[in-house]
């Protein structure tokens, strides 16, 4: 009996220690992956963040800090896929409707401009037409 109980001790410290590890090499590589961020590194924070996901894709705020890189190198339809997931896990985290429409905004300034330069000579464009041109960038 003895032994059944020093075994399942030691398995749950493995387990617990483990996880510990897990959760401490995650944040790291979030705080590598904003101070890339900041320093404007934007693709090296992107490899951070997509590590991280690797070992825990449960985490809102990588997926938000992820989220914010695209945004910067102008990935906006990659920036709003994982908005969509920081929402799924966390529903109440304000500061990723604001960047969702951030990232909508940018691309309506795409077709807008896009729109222009196919207008030419004509006066108007259908939304057919707008939304072909959005979809060829």
Do not use: P
Not at 1 to 20: G, P
Not at 50 to 56: A, E, I, P, V
Not at 68 to 93: C, H, M, P, R, W
Not at 114 to 131: F, P, R, V, Y
Request: charged fraction near 30%; aromatic fraction near 10%; include cysteine.
């Amino acid at each position: 009996m003895k032994r059944i109980l020093l075994l399942f001790t030691i398995l749950l410290m493995s387990v617990l220690t483990t996880a510990c590890i897990n959760n401490f090499a995650i944040k790291e590589l979030n705080n590598k992956a904003v101070s890339y961020l900041d320093k404007g590194d934007t693709e090296t924070a992107i490899c951070r963040l997509k590590s991280s996901l690797d070992l825990d894709d449960e985490i809102y705020q990588t997926h938000y800090n992820l989220a914010l890189a695209y945004n910067n190198i102008g990935k906006y339809q990659d920036a709003l896929s994982e908005l969509d997931k920081v929402l799924t896990l966390k529903s109440d985290f304000y500061d990723a409707y604001y960047t969702m429409a951030v990232a909508k905004e940018a691309i309506a300034f795409e077709i807008l401009d896009k729109k222009e330069d196919a207008l030419g000579d004509k006066e108007e464009l259908s939304l057919d037409d707008i939304i072909l041109i959005w979809l060829k960038k």
